[in-house]
T-cell receptor
Framework: AQSVTQPDIHITVSEGASLELRCNYS??????LFWYVQSPGQGLQLLLK??????LVQGIKGFEAEFKRSQSSFNLRKPSVHWSDAAEYFC???????????FGKGTTLSVSS | EADIYQTPRYLVIGTGKKITLECSQT?????MYWYQQDPGMELHLIHY???????EKGDLSSESTVSRIRTEHFPLTLESARPSHTSQYLC??????????????FGEGSRLTVL
């Protein structure tokens, strides 16, 4: 079955510390992978995406993610977290045909001062 | 900046009422989607459309219905709202064909509360 797993429901990180959010996927075809961020009361904003080429992709707001096919993972990283990064983060998988994305349950990030 | 709009943003309504959640996009995207989002849960696809006069049910069973009479418009209707319909509804769109990279563009959501 096609699925996305985000093992961490809630993570708290100190401001200025590094961050890694985990994402594992199960998908039959060549995956297109995405990370979205959602602030309270808002829709989802795309942070970054991978569908081919360099397995380390850069996104907005200083985020990056690395695609590891052997581990079926697409972890999101940021070297130094800012208080404004507190939000919910969703990993998603899709395909070249552009069918609807499959989402994980999300990870809530809290940032402490 | 994505140009996809949802109205109303917030709606509180009594049981048995008919409601329509509006979704419009100005990007000319052929594909549009409705997801249902509950706290701590993944987004569940409830409806999608790949073009005018095309609608399909998604993975999550829903008592809602949709229509796609115009490319830019994809409204969702509940004929008789119940408390179990309380949720956030997210509309999204994506490009088709060679320009497609699989990315979905989302509206800001409609939060529905049924009393």
């Amino acid at each position: 079955a096609q699925s996305v797993t985000q093992p961490d429901i809630h993570i708290t990180v100190s401001e200025g510390a590094s961050l890694e959010l985990r994402c594992n996927y199960s998908y039959g075809a060549t995956p297109y992978l995405f990370w979205y961020v959602q602030s309270p009361g808002q829709g989802l904003q795309l942070l970054l995406k991978y569908f081919s080429g360099d397995t380390l992709v850069q996104g907005i707001k200083g985020f990056e993610a690395e695609f590891k096919r052997s581990q079926s993972s697409f972890n999101l990283r940021k070297p130094s977290v800012h208080w404004s990064d507190a939000a919910e983060y969703f990993c998603a998988v899709g395909n070249q045909a552009g069918t609807a994305l499959i989402f994980g349950k999300g990870t809530t990030l809290s940032v402490s001062s | 900046e994505a140009d996809i709009y949802q109205t109303p943003r917030y709606l509180v309504i009594g049981t048995g009422k008919k409601i329509t959640l509006e979704c419009s996009q100005t990007m000319g995207h052929d594909k549009m989607y409705w997801y249902q989002q509950d706290p701590g849960m993944e987004l569940h696809l409830i409806h999608y459309s790949y073009g005018v006069n095309s609608t399909e049910k998604g993975d999550l069973s829903s008592e809602s219905t949709v229509s796609r009479i115009r490319t830019e418009h994809f409204p969702l209707t509940l004929e008789s709202a119940r408390p179990s319909h309380t949720s956030q509804y997210l509309c999204a769109s994506s490009a088709a064909g060679t320009t497609n990279t699989g990315e979905l563009f989302f509206g800001e959501g409609s939060r529905l509360t049924v009393l």
